[in-house]
């Protein structure tokens, strides 16, 4: 098994930036996809991205350009760089996984608590 743990989340301006983390523990060697996913209040659950094990990334259409995808395979971590941040950006945002059997682009095997991030306007 995989554990997941974000932290990161807090209450930020609209035009402001926030970065998320993930860490994460148990049986990492499974671990091929990262992902970031957001759920906002009366909304889908939607992907905001994604990376590869060798660094390759894919973005929801409304994050693209102004988040980041990274990972840290040594420290076993994943990070979610978010910029020019709007006020259709509150959700709560989960750390996700995949192992060599799931989606590559939609890494959905395991799953963090998940942190909340709200904007102000």
């Known amino acids: 098994q995989v554990q997941l743990v974000e932290s990161g989340g807090g209450l930020v301006q609209a035009g402001g930036s926030l970065s998320l983390y993930c860490a994460a523990s148990?049986?990492?060697?499974?671990?091929?996809?990262l992902g970031w996913y957001r759920k906002a209040p009366g909304k889908q659950r939607e992907l905001a991205a994604s990376?590869?094990?060798?660094?390759?990334?894919n973005y929801g259409d409304s994050v693209r350009g102004r988040f980041t995808i990274s990972r840290d395979n040594a420290k076993k971590m994943n990070y979610l760089q978010m910029n020019s941040l709007k006020p259709e950006d509150t959700a709560v945002y989960y750390c996700?996984?995949?192992?060599?059997?799931?989606?590559?682009?939609?890494?959905?095997?395991?799953w963090g608590q998940g942190t909340q991030v709200t904007l102000s306007s």
């Open positions: 148990g049986s990492c060697f499974m671990i091929r996809s």
């Open positions: 996700t996984a995949g192992g060599a059997g799931s989606s590559t682009w939609y890494p959905e095997a395991y």
């Open positions: 990376i590869t094990s060798v660094g390759s990334t």
